[in-house]
């Protein structure tokens, strides 16, 4: 199963898999959160609410699947907060997806530190794979993580 970062849905939606387009993909991603096969932490749907656009208001007529975190989760994403240099807006909820996927043993899912074809970013072992990595965290694309979760569109 999956964590959801914010990247995973940004990009997904603007880039990869816009709904006018992929509308099955995006009706696929709700069933799965509401089956508890992809989690996202609340602090995402904090930063998705930053951007306020149509991801936003998708993400609101689902609020209630964003997930609240766990004591175990908060403590973790407190130690994971140190790895992470000169933290921004958006990687506000970078260690609760880190956290989130360590105490569940699932997956991350981000498009983070990789360009638009997929090559890493020069600084990629500063980016969530990166620390993924580093912690033996699996971490994946959004059509990767649409292929471990049997979606076929």
């Given at each position: 199963m999956f964590v959801f970062d914010t990247s995973?849905?940004?990009?997904?939606?603007?880039?990869h898999l816009p709904p006018a387009t992929f509308s099955s993909v995006w009706d696929f991603i709700a069933a799965e959160m509401a089956a508890g096969r992809i989690i996202t932490p609340?602090?995402?749907?904090?930063?998705l609410e930053r951007k306020d656009d149509e991801v936003?208001?998708?993400?609101?007529?689902?609020?209630?699947?964003?997930?609240?975190?766990?004591?175990?989760?908060?403590?973790?994403?407190?130690?994971?907060?140190?790895?992470f240099p000169n933290p921004g807006v958006r990687d506000d909820a970078?260690?609760?997806v880190i956290a989130e996927t360590q105490v569940r043993g699932f997956v991350v899912v981000t498009y983070e530190g990789r360009?638009?074809?997929?090559v890493p970013h020069r600084r990629w072992d500063k980016t969530m794979p990166g620390i993924c990595r580093h912690l033996n965290v699996g971490c994946a694309t959004l059509p990767e993580a649409l292929t471990g979760l049997g979606g076929s569109f």
């Open positions: 995973a849905y940004l990009n997904g939606w603007h880039d609340r602090e995402v749907f904090t930063e936003t208001q998708w993400a609101r007529e689902r609020r209630d699947q964003f997930v609240e975190p766990s004591e175990d989760v908060q403590r973790l994403a407190g130690q994971i907060y140190a790895l970078d260690p609760f360009s638009f074809n997929g």
